[in-house]
T-cell receptor, first 110, second 112 residues
Framework: EDKVVQSPLSLVVHEGDTVTLNCSYE??????LLWYKQEKKAPTFLFML????IEKKSGRLSSILDKKELSSILNITATQTGDSAIYLC??????????FGAGTILRVKS | EAQVTQNPRYLITVTGKKLTVTCSQN?????MSWYRQDPGLGLRQIYY???????DKGDVPEGYKVSRKEKRNFPLILESPSPNQTSLYFC???????????FGQGTRLTVV
């Protein structure tokens, strides 16, 4: 059965800390991996990763895919309270089926 | 403004009473899909559609129906809702199935 596992399930950090969120996957026909941020409403897109070893960056957020290890990490540096959210990892398979992980709940305290 | 619009945003209904949640996108996207989100389980795909008149089951299709008669609309139908379908539902669309998905604002459904 295809699955995407995220860890940790939740964490609490202080403003200014750096966090690393993990996503590992077991899917039949991997095509790409996506990261989303979900605050109180709909998930919003962060990154899409297709090639192994190439880092994607956007401000304080960055992500990288390791196809050998079937995993990806999302880094957030100098965290702010506005980073508090659920971070979702999803894998797209050939055939366009999308499988989401359960998410990591991040809370940043001031 | 490019968006995915779901209606209603909140719905409380009784067991067995048929309901439809509408989803419409104005981005001319080929791919549309429905998800339900439950605590600890993340988002699970119910159905997806790669184009008009083409629909496929996701991971949890039981108890749901969809149709794609027009490119912009992808309604989710619950013929006989049950309490275990109480959940937060999201519709999403993307240009193709392997590109970023844009999500609607969600529909919180309670079946009593």
């Amino acid at each position: 059965e295809d699955k995407v596992v995220q860890s940790p399930l939740s964490l609490v950090v202080h403003e200014g800390d750096t966090v690393t969120l993990n996503c590992s996957y077991e899917v039949t026909n991997f095509r790409s991996l996506l990261w989303y941020k979900q605050e109180k409403k709909a998930p919003t897109f962060l990154f899409m990763l297709t090639s192994s070893g190439i880092e994607k960056k956007s401000g304080r957020l960055s992500s990288i895919l390791d196809k050998k290890e079937l995993s990806s990490i999302l880094n957030i540096t100098a965290t702010q309270t506005g980073d508090s959210a659920i971070y979702l990892c999803a894998v797209i398979e050939y055939g366009n089926k999308l499988v989401f992980g359960a998410g990591t709940i991040l809370r940043v305290k001031s | 403004e490019a968006q995915v619009t779901q209606n209603p945003r909140y719905l409380i209904t009784v067991t067995g009473k048929k309901l439809t949640v509408t989803c419409s996108q104005n981005m001319n996207h080929e791919y549309m899909s429905w998800y339900r989100q439950d605590p600890g389980l993340g988002l699970r795909q119910i159905y997806y559609s790669m184009n008009v008149e083409v629909t496929d089951k996701g991971d949890v299709p039981e108890g749901y129906k969809v149709s794609r008669k027009e490119k912009r609309n992808f309604p989710l139908i619950l013929e006989s809702p049950s309490p275990n379908q109480t959940s937060l539902y999201f519709c999403a669309s993307s240009f193709e199935g392997d590109t970023e998905a844009f999500f609607g604002q969600g529909t919180r459904l309670t079946v009593v």
